[in-house]
């Protein structure tokens, strides 16, 4: 499986995956949401910031999901994996004040963290907000040189027409590659 995820670009980490400095991708939430249960070893994990291209991936070592958590296994979490993550030891206080109230947290072991050649996605369907995408071949959302992607069928798009726009399979409507129905 392939993986994109998409980082907030003030915090400066995808430098810090490729140098091997942050060697754990940690995700944290109040609910079971991706890449809870999707991540496996092998898998490659391709990062982009917010609103740019896709620039660096990484193979996935081992993937550790934690449930239930409590504000005291947070600071466990963080005392073990704080510095992998890529937090420096200064800021585990303010980390774990933002990330106490989390009930789930999925850590995602990195290898072979490597630059690739930056290249767009499409990501509709995924939802707006989405900041981890799933899928069973990144090329089925590169964005080629028309700007165009071929979707993925796990996303219902089929076909592309002669308009450069995506066929919904039994529907008929057109989606054009900013999502709008025709």
Sequence with gaps: ?????????????I??????EKTIESRWYLT???PW????AGDTVYF????????????????EQHADLTPSRVRALLAAHGRAIGIAPADTKIFHA????????VLIHLKDASTVAPFEIDKTGFGNACAWLTMSDIDRMRVNDAGVARRMKSNRFETKNAHGAFRRK???A???RSGVRQ
Excluded: N, Q
Excluded at 1 to 12: E, N, T
Excluded at 37 to 40: A, K, L, T
Excluded at 48 to 63: E, H, I, L, N, Y
């Design 174 to 176: 057109a989606v054009t």
């Design 15 to 20: 430098p810090k995956i490729v140098a091997g």
């Design 98 to 105: 933002r990330l106490k109230d989390k009930r789930f947290c």
């Design 170 to 172: 039994g529907r008929g």
């Design 48 to 63: 982009k910031d917010s609103g740019r291209p896709v620039t660096a991936r990484a193979r996935v070592a081992a993937v």
């Design 37 to 40: 249960g999707m991540v496996r």
């Design 32 to 34: 079971r949401r991706t």
């Design 1 to 13: 499986m392939h993986h994109v995820a998409i980082m907030r670009p003030s915090w400066r980490l």
